[in-house]
């Protein structure tokens, strides 16, 4: 069974930094690109960040590029999203997801149940 | 303000059929594949259509998808109460090189 489990989520100041934590179990990790989309409080999604399988070819939203790192440590089956620079409107809860077979960033056919950030002082 | 357009709320009544539009460009949905998602109230999302009209196992053929140009529908027939949920599209932008999703449309089960 797919597991995903995001971590290190919390409350931070304006200007600060966090590290996400994605634990994945339950297929091949290093086989599958991985992504990183979130949700402001009472609005929709937005796409954060994605990377492939090895960890080459990282993706980010032009709200995030500059001040989020997305990478990988296939070793122990986790997704990271380091978060710098922080702003109030990254305040949101941030699910990563599982890129299907197709390899199309788009196709996310498994969700964690996401970690609550919040940026405020 | 959302890459991929969508109507803000939709309703129909148990049984009847409702569509969900999703409207983008040539740089998105007009030269990609469109996926759909249904995020029930608290919980992650999940995935209803990929590649513009195929179900993941698990999917009822309750739900359809079709893309026509810049343009894509997702189709729900036989409503129920437990599709009263938010459903987001969602493609690849080949100018932005990245994904995005739309705005998402809240549909109601009267």
């Known amino acids: 069974e797919v597991q995903l489990l995001e971590s290190g989520g919390g409350l931070v100041q304006p200007g600060g930094s966090l590290r996400l934590s994605c634990a994945a179990s339950?297929?091949?990790?290093?086989?599958?690109?991985m992504n990183w989309v979130r949700q402001a409080p009472g609005k929709g999604l937005e796409w954060v960040s994605g990377?492939?399988?090895?960890?080459?070819?990282?993706h980010y939203a032009d709200s995030v590029k500059g001040r989020f790192t997305i990478s990988r440590d296939n070793s122990k089956n986790t997704l990271y999203l380091q978060m710098n620079s922080l702003r109030a409107e990254d305040t949101a809860v941030y699910y990563c997801?599982?890129?299907?077979?197709?390899?199309?960033?788009?196709?996310?056919?498994?969700w964690g149940q996401g970690t609550l950030v919040t940026v405020s002082s | 303000q959302s890459v991929l357009t969508q109507p803000p709320s939709v309703s129909a009544a148990p049984g009847q059929k409702v569509t969900i539009s999703c409207s983008g460009s040539?740089?998105?949905?007009?030269?990609?594949?469109v996926s759909w998602y249904q995020q029930l109230p608290g919980t992650a999302p999940k995935l209803l259509i990929y590649?513009?009209?195929k179900r993941p196992s698990g999917i009822p053929d309750r739900f359809s998808g079709s893309k026509s140009g810049t343009s894509a529908t997702l189709g729900i027939t036989g409503l129920q109460t437990g599709d009263e949920a938010d459903y987001y599209c969602?493609?690849?932008?080949?100018?932005?090189?990245?994904?995005?999703f739309g705005g998402g449309t809240k549909l109601t089960v009267l």
């Open positions: 997801a599982k890129v299907a077979n197709s390899g199309y960033y788009e196709v996310l056919d498994y």
């Open positions: 339950g297929f091949t990790f290093s086989n599958y690109a």
């Open positions: 990377t492939g399988g090895s960890g080459a070819g990282t």
């Open positions: 040539s740089s998105n949905i007009g030269n990609n594949y």
């Open positions: 590649e513009n009209n």
């Open positions: 969602a493609t690849w932008d080949s100018s932005l090189s990245a994904v995005v």
